[in-house]
């Protein structure tokens, strides 16, 4: 599926995904995107692992008024391979494909290639460390609850 495809879809969606906590992203894209971006502000989570700044509602500072992203071609890995997803259990790893208006369209090569992206990134960036992030109470659990309407299944 092409990026104009995908850009119409969310939109369409209301960019669901981009208004739950922002996206995951190591110190290499975090220093890619500043080369463009330079007032955008990162968080710290962890070693190579940053957020892109949100809100204190967890709306990505990225994503603009009409719901398209301000860095769509600078977008962390995390936002290219959404809605796959790597869960992390104790001995093994699992895909999943959260339930979501982009997921329905997807391919079986969409959703390869997105697990290809998913597969070379940090596993770190798939654990969530809400307690980092600069939300407030109240955001964390209305967001928490949103991210469980993605429901998903493995793949
Ligand atoms: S990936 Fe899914 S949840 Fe995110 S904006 Fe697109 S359709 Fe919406
Ligand atoms: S970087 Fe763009 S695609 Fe990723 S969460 Fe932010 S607005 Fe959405």
Redo the contacts with the bound molecule.
Sequence with gaps: MDGKRILD??KK?G????KTGSADLTKKEVDRIRGSMPDLKFVKLRNNHYWIETGNDGICKCLKKDNSCKIYNLRPNFCRC??VFLKLKKNREEYWL?N????KELGKKDIEKMKLICEKMPRDLFRNYWGSANLSKKAENELKKELENFKGKTI
């Design positions: 879809i969310c969606c960019a669901r995904c981009c959404w809605p959260a979501c208006a982009l997921a």
